[in-house]
């Protein structure tokens, strides 16, 4: 399955943040979006989620995605937001469960056979044992759990991630990257922003760099990420250091 | 004395016995399959609690009062009434019963029901649990309606009408005004807000009605109605407002899922397939009905809608299928107690708005510092 972006364009109260987006996206593949703060990477993100009103085409598998249903959008892309609180102490089995909304009747609460693919989505990512506790006195690491689980629970073709590295420690950064390779393993689709370009490095098939809502590039990372871009983007030197192993490593230049 | 004791003894057990398998039996039915969590079946049994204790109440109040009215004398009035030909043996209690205590205990239940109800659903939908549903400024508009129908000596029912219809006026206003605010999608707060001037605004206006009334006979019946009583309350004013307060719950029933996807905030429950504005418009109009057919019978009677949800969702969790019936059953009951002490334990009638405060306030305190809360 693909999701394709064609010339997209959105912004707020009239102003374009984004424009003329084009961007392919395939199941099984990571793509990363990179880009300095402010430069869209969100307001992209609520353009395909359906969250603000775009020009331009969304095409899944060819098919206009604004011909379908907000619950039919809902079971082939999931979002997964950056960690936050809920006003009102859930439990994680509360929290996993909203993701069986696309699939309840709009007058109904969530059914037995929902419970089981929610029991389903938290083995999967190890957190079954978290049911009965309260979502909000969890650590970031599994709160971040938490909101996968959730998004899985929506059994999506495709998955986006607003920063699902920040606000966790150095240790679980890396485990939700490796759990995003895992994904993407099994058919997902997946499309994460991060500040971090060593993330792309690690886990993205593709990368694409925003800047000024524009796609400067767009491609495999070790083509793509040059110290030319990167210096455009974030407006420092960046040395790419390249380990034994083949991966890369970024290294911001510091002071003299 | 050896063989009373065993009899007792087996008795004792016997009771026990029944009482472990009723729980059993409850237990059963909510937790027919592993998948349900703790929680849910705690819920499905403090509803099937609550619900008991809410008949038992009602009992407990139909013979409480200054006329005697035993168990019995119920039965027989109740068991006379429905076989036509059988004449009840005492007229007195049959008028009691029927004409001052019914009506009362009914008022207290849907008024309690609803305040406490739509308190739940406005806490839900507008992602605060400090919120209670005069917040748009719904019982500032009541008040006003009454105060102007008793001003212009109007009848007790065209008091309510005005006081409902003033109620929802408010709320139209605070809408009207916050889709004109709300320019870039914030729409909780812009609600907020413009209740909070449109109940500015209205208090007001009651203020200068208050001062321009007679001092003698106008200004205390409205200061009594703002102070909140079912005393006066009959069958007719019940059945309008039970039918309106009904109407507004049983839409509340059947979105209450999509309310709990809501608390997450609007983005993720239309990334969810929530239709978020067509479930707030349709969640504040309901609850809003139902505060407005309550405020418009009782007058003034605060707390419940905060602090009812607070203790239900203390007992049974914040997940809304579960929390809506539970705060509309625990509401109910509370009112119905509220309001049969108010009947019983002074020599003059303590107004229900300030014995709801009275009673309110260190309760709430208690739950705040001794109760699991999950917000602060």
Not at chain 2, 314 to 321: H, L
């Amino acid at each position: 399955m693909n999701l394709v972006l064609d010339n997209i364009s959105a912004g707020y109260n009239g102003r374009k943040v984004v424009h003329g987006i084009c961007a392919t996206f395939q199941t099984g593949e990571i793509t990363c979006l990179l880009g300095p703060n402010g430069c869209g990477k969100t307001t992209l993100f609520k353009a395909i989620l359906g969250l603000l009103p775009s020009s331009g085409k969304i095409l899944i598998d060819n098919k206009l995605i604004s011909g379908l249903s907000r619950k039919e959008r809902a079971r082939i892309v999931a979002y997964v937001p950056q960690i936050h609180i809920p006003p009102f102490p859930f439990t994680v089995s509360d929290v996993v469960l909203t993701g069986r909304t696309p699939f309840t009747n709009s007058f109904s609460p969530p059914c037995e056979k929902d419970r089981q693919e929610v029991v389903k989505a938290m083995e999967l990512l190890g957190i079954e044992k978290l049911g009965n506790r309260n979502y909000a006195q969890l650590s970031g690491g599994e709160r971040q759990l938490v909101l996968i689980a959730r998004a899985l629970a929506q059994s999506p073709k495709f998955l986006i991630m607003d920063e699902p590295t920040s606000h966790l420690d150095f240790g679980n950064q890396l485990r939700t990257i490796k759990l995003i390779s895992q994904l993407a393993g099994n058919n997902m689709g997946i499309i994460l922003t991060t500040h971090v370009p060593d993330h792309a490095f690690m886990c993205a098939t593709n990368v694409a760099a925003l800047y000024n809502g524009n796609i400067i590039a767009h491609g495999k990372p070790s083509v793509i990420l040059t110290c030319e871009v990167l210096r455009k983007m974030y407006g420092i030197d960046v040395d790419i250091v390249q380990l034994s192993g083949g991966r890369c490593l970024c290294a911001p230049s510091y002071g003299g | 004395m050896h063989g009373v004791f065993k009899v007792e003894l087996l008795y004792s057990c016997q009771l026990k016995d029944n009482m472990k398998n009723i729980t059993d039996m409850i237990l059963k039915m909510t937790l027919h399959s592993k998948t349900k969590t703790k929680q849910d079946s705690k819920g499905a049994l403090v509803i099937v609690l609550a619900g008991a204790a809410l008949i038992i109440m009602i009992f407990a109040a139909l013979t409480t009062g200054r006329y005697p009215v035993s168990m019995t004398d119920i039965f027989d009035i109740i068991s006379g009434r429905l076989h036509m030909g059988h004449k009840s043996t005492d007229g007195a209690a049959d008028l009691v019963l029927f004409s001052v205590r019914m009506p009362r205990i009914l008022a207290a239940i849907f008024v309690g029901a609803a305040l406490s109800g739509s308190g739940a659903c406005y806490q839900g939908i507008f992602r605060n649990p400090m919120v209670e549903p005069s917040l748009l400024g719904v019982t500032a508009g009541a008040a006003l309606g009454a105060a102007l129908g008793i001003l212009f000596s109007a009848s007790i029912a065209e008091i309510q009408a005005m006081s409902f219809i003033m109620g929802l006026t408010a709320v139209l206003i605070t809408s009207g005004m916050s889709s004109v605010v709300n320019r870039k999608g914030d729409s909780t707060l812009a609600f907020i807000l413009c209740g909070i001037i449109t109940g500015t605004l209205f208090t007001a206006f009651l203020s200068l009605v208050k001062y321009t009334a007679d001092p003698d006979s106008k200004l205390p019946a409205i200061t009594y109605w703002l102070m909140g009583s079912l005393a006066t309350v009959n069958m007719k004013d019940i059945s309008v407002s039970g039918v309106l307060i009904i109407a507004g719950l049983i839409p509340l029933m059947f979105l209450r899922w999509r309310i709990n996807v809501m608390a997450f905030g609007d983005e993720e429950a239309r990334s969810l397939g929530v239709n978020t504005a067509a479930v707030r418009v349709v969640v504040i109009a309901s609850s809003t009905l139902m505060t407005a057919a309550a405020v418009s019978i009782s007058g003034m009677i605060g707390w419940i809608g905060l602090v009812i949800p607070h203790l239900a969702r203390m007992i049974v969790g914040p997940s809304f299928p579960v929390l809506l019936p539970a705060s509309v059953l625990m509401g109910a009951f509370f009112l119905l107690f509220v309001d049969t002490i108010a009947r019983i334990a002074f020599p003059i009638e303590i107004p229900l708005g300030i014995l709801t405060a009275i009673a309110g306030a260190p309760f709430f305190f208690f739950l705040l510092a001794y109760g699991k809360r999950g917000w602060i």
